[in-house]
């Protein structure tokens, strides 16, 4: 089934979880568990990719074959209880690596989540630019001379041009940047050049004809998601299709914050 169908269908999906291949915390075997706990109808593995540069979080070449025969073991114990699917979430780090490429478009899978996590520098060196704020802090500091407005333009220019190349069927938590940007500078999301950001990140998702996720990961300890709820009104007047995923890294989280962003949906705007 296509995405759009999955979430048009049922509530009862998760496509965002990563696993023992990358910076998941438990087994496949104990993540899919949790979701037919979690009576998930469509449950989705998607491991951080294999990338061009050094990253503890992203996943080896060597071990995709390995980790789609896993892939494939579950949706054969599960089949007709549950469907189980295999997927990656691509990095974006240049026009030249991303879910566009050949590597990524021949792999046996059955949808690409394309999403941003580095920000080139001045030089192109790619710098990781999610995770603990105090490692962005260093980095906003040290790598890009403290100029927060570069970061976040670049972060979603990387966006704007993964949205063009292609290559993918979901956006992942479209504007990431936010979580560490906003406790550089809590006033950033309400500036006007940061709103066009988002505007023209959403224009060209409407392009693309991409599904966009609704990322509720941060929202048990931080009460946000990514997107924003500031700027879904925006997408869904766009006509964009939102997919509630949790980006589940432990079994326990499986359905995490989905219920909130589901409530939230479907009282204020729709």
Known sequence: MKIEDIIKATD?????????????????????????????????????????????????????????????????????????????EIDFISPDFGPHIDYFQKLPLDYRIGSVHFVPTREGVPVDCDGRYERFAG??????????????????????????????????????????ASQADPEIESQGWYEALIDDVISHAVGSGVVVEINTKAYEEKKRFFPAERWWHKLISAGVPLAINSDAHYRDRIDSGRSQALDLLNSKFR
């Open 139 to 180: 980095y906003l500091k040290e790598v890009f001379h403290g100029d927060l407005r570069y970061v976040v333009e670049k972060y979603f220019e990387q966006v704007l041009v993964m949205l063009e190349r292609g290559g993918f069927e979901m956006l992942g938590h479209l504007d990431k940047i936010a979580g560490n």
């Open 12 to 88: 009862r999906y998760n496509l965002h979880s990563h696993t023992q291949f990358c910076d998941g915390r438990f087994p496949m075997e104990e993540m899919v568990a949790s979701a037919a706990e979690c009576r998930m109808l469509y449950y989705g593995f998607s491991p951080h990719s294999p990338i061009c540069c050094d990253s503890p979080c992203n996943m080896s070449r060597g071990d995709v074959p390995v980790y789609i025969d896993e892939a494939a073991r579950l949706r054969e114990i599960y089949s007709g209880r549950m469907e189980v699917l295999t997927s990656m």
